[in-house]
């Protein structure tokens, strides 16, 4: 296994508690907490060609937590705002703060891939942004780390849980990392790490508290079946998402959450 990414299993496996107090998700408890203005303006139901009635959806927050404004969503949807803040991410992903969590130089590729989920368990979508990175020293790998942007953001703050995972393999030694989304009414997040001849898994449940801070909660290990077609085995109500595009809205546009990978 790569020393950057061992030291990475090593330190998330080590933590009982509050993962922000692992080197990898830095010092603070709090969600990191960036401000952007998202404008929308769109004609309303109520318009009609001759007389048309725009609706406009501003906010602006101060980062010193000062006052903000919101009119009302321009389709009556309750989560429209969240949607505005989801397709401002998707049109531009680097608007989401990433904290490097490795021991090593990284910089995005610009591969970003994105699904849909309640993470939090406030029953609204959550976003899992998935950041492809290249290390950049020679023979290292592009290694796709998950950050979760939750649904507390409004067009004016974003909002992202303090915590990352893995989602990518080594380019040697073939050790190999995934990122589960919760189904079937679960929430939090899985992660899963494996050896791609081994027969054996390590998987970590997290949870994302009150405040925002990725907890793990449990580690345990599981048997991969060779019997048969490679199968991996995931934790009960957690599957591998199908990954979309950032080109692709069509998450963010039904406000619904993303499927399983088949």
């Known amino acids: 296994m790569p020393r950057r990414l061992f030291a990475y299993a090593t330190c998330v496996a080590a933590t009982a508690g509050l993962v922000s107090g692992c080197s990898l998700f830095g010092g603070d408890d709090q969600p990191e907490e960036v401000v952007v203005t998202v404008t929308s303006t769109r004609s309303s139901a109520a318009g009609t060609a001759e007389s048309p009635a725009p609706v406009t959806v501003t906010t602006t927050v101060k980062k010193d937590g000062g006052s903000h404004s919101r009119d009302t969503a321009p389709d009556g949807r309750a989560d429209a705002p969240l949607a505005e803040v989801y397709r401002a991410i998707l049109a531009n992903p680097r608007l989401v703060p990433f904290t490097n969590p490795s021991d090593r130089p990284i910089n ?155």
């Open 108 to 262: 995005p590729t610009g591969d970003y891939r994105y699904t849909l989920a309640d993470v939090d368990g406030d029953g609204k979508p959550d976003m899992m942004l998935n950041i492809a990175m290249e290390e950049t020293g020679p023979g290292w790998p592009t290694v796709g780390y998950v950050t979760f942007v939750l649904s507390r953001s409004t067009p004016g703050n974003i909002v992202v849980a303090k915590g990352v995972t893995l989602d990518g393999a080594a380019s040697a030694g073939g050790f190999r990392a995934g990122t589960l989304m919760p189904t079937g009414g679960q929430t939090g997040i899985a992660e899963a790490f494996w050896q791609s001849v081994g027969t054996e898994t390590t998987n970590n449940i997290y949870s994302v508290d009150g405040d925002g801070v990725v907890v793990k909660e449990r580690d345990y290990t599981d048997t991969i079946d060779t019997s048969g077609p490679w199968t991996l085995p995931t934790p009960g109500g957690y599957c591998l998402p199908a990954w979309h595009s950032v080109a692709d809205t069509s998450l963010v546009d039904s406000m619904t959450t993303g499927g399983c990978e088949n």
